[in-house]
């Protein structure tokens, strides 16, 4: 069950709610939002009338949660829950569009793609410091030079920067020089990195794991709600199917039942998928047409001699074209497109 706190609620009235959850042997787990604040009430199955909830002060009504996935349904708040990012927020009517190298390679490389992305609407910048990597001998990003590299191009664009962590005892260090923290495809369902993720207060970008049901994204994302951080964004990367004219297949349907059955923003990354850059604005138009929150794109100033990803990364020329091609389809849906 979630108790839906009111607006003007404050600090002491949800700490009297907290109590009061606990004093019934529930464990109550608080989320606070940029609108209002919800507590979840999760573990026990007696019934407590709702009268009793009601009747304490600050309270303004309680939502009984039928899904596995209690703090990511959509029936704890019928709106997205936007996600603050430093200045922007991810979730509202404006699509946030994230792009950068899919790897952080030099200080010039990523300077050079966070100015022109930024320069064409871009909301934040993505890039690798430390990278997921099928072999072992292939490029695993430049790690914490990565991380200073980053936090140089956020000092001189004014762009808040969005890297991937790999395991939780990275987790302190990516934190510092990070705005946001991406979990991998590969580590949707590493459950201890996604409890280490829940205890800190930035938020995190989940993407879709190559075979995982959207239940298990969900559930994934439950792991780091549940332990105080409400800042979660998912993100659909295509997953493995029989099909191989693509290197991943994006499900859209996935995208139009993620936006019916969760608060949570839901964001596509049309490189992945594509692997090829020449397929990224079909299907980014694409997710856009179908209610994507956001996209993240990856983009390269010299794709052929890319570390990694060269073939599915746009050139910064290719985004600018991208972005002038979004910006009527998102006109369509009646959103706009965040500058
Ligand atoms: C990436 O974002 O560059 C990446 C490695 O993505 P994924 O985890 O979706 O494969
Ligand atoms: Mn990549």
Known sequence: MIIVMKKDADEDKIQHVIERVES???????????????????????????D??????????????????KLASREVSPRTTPVRINDTSVGGDSLSIIAGPCTVESMEQTLSVARAVKANGAVALRGGAYKPRTSPYSFRGLETEGLEILAEARRLTGLPVITEVLCPED???????ADVMQVGARNMQNYSLLDELGRYDKPVLLKRGISATIEEMLLAAEYILRTGNAGVILCLRGIRTFEDHTRFTLSIGA?????????????????HPAGDSS?????????????????????HPDPENAYVDGAQSLTPEGFEKLMAELRPIAQAVERDIKV
Request: aromatic share 6%; proline share 8%.
């Open 255 to 271: 995208l139009a039942h993620l936006k019916q059955v969760t608060h949570l923003p839901v964001i596509v990354d049309p490189s």
């Open 279 to 299: 397929l990224v604005p079909p299907l980014a138009k694409a997710a856009v047409a179908a209610g994507a929150d956001g996209l993240m794109v990856e983009v």
């Open 171 to 177: 987790v302190g260090l990516v934190y510092q020089y």
């Open 52 to 69: 009793y909830w009601l009747a304490i002060p600050g309270v303004e009504k309680t939502v009984p949660i039928l899904t596995k996935y």
């Open 24 to 50: 019934k042997g529930l464990e109550a787990v608080l989320l606070r939002g940029e609108k209002r604040n919800v507590i979840a009430a999760i573990g026990d199955k007696r019934e407590i009338p709702t």
